[in-house]
């Protein structure tokens, strides 16, 4: 995630929000769960934060799902 007062926050949220990304990849994001909530609220978008211990085999949609090991 980098700086948690950067801009990286935003960049992930608006990133994982879009469904070409899933097409190619598995995201996987290392940082603070609390940071990434007050981003998703305040860009006003639909996802959800989830935490894991490992990648999950069931499909990742977008908007629905950020993954934090």
Same mark, same amino acid.
């Given at each position: 995630?980098?700086?948690?007062?950067?801009?990286?926050?935003?960049?992930?949220?608006?990133? $994982?929000?879009?469904?070409?990304?899933?097409?190619?990849? @598995?995201? #996987?994001?290392?940082? %603070?769960?609390?940071?990434?909530?007050?981003?998703?609220?305040? $860009?006003?978008?639909?996802?959800?934060?989830?935490?894991? @211990?490992? #990648?999950?085999?069931? %499909?990742?949609?977008?908007?629905?799902?950020?993954?934090?090991?």
């Amino acid at each position: 995630m980098g700086d948690p007062t950067g801009i990286g926050p935003e960049i992930i949220v608006k990133a $994982l929000s879009k469904k070409p990304l899933f097409q190619i990849c @598995r995201p #996987v994001i290392f940082g %603070d769960q609390g940071v990434l909530w007050k981003t998703i609220r305040r $860009l006003g978008t639909h996802a959800t934060v989830e935490v894991f @211990r490992e #990648v999950p085999e069931e %499909d990742i949609l977008p908007e629905r799902s950020f993954f934090f090991l």
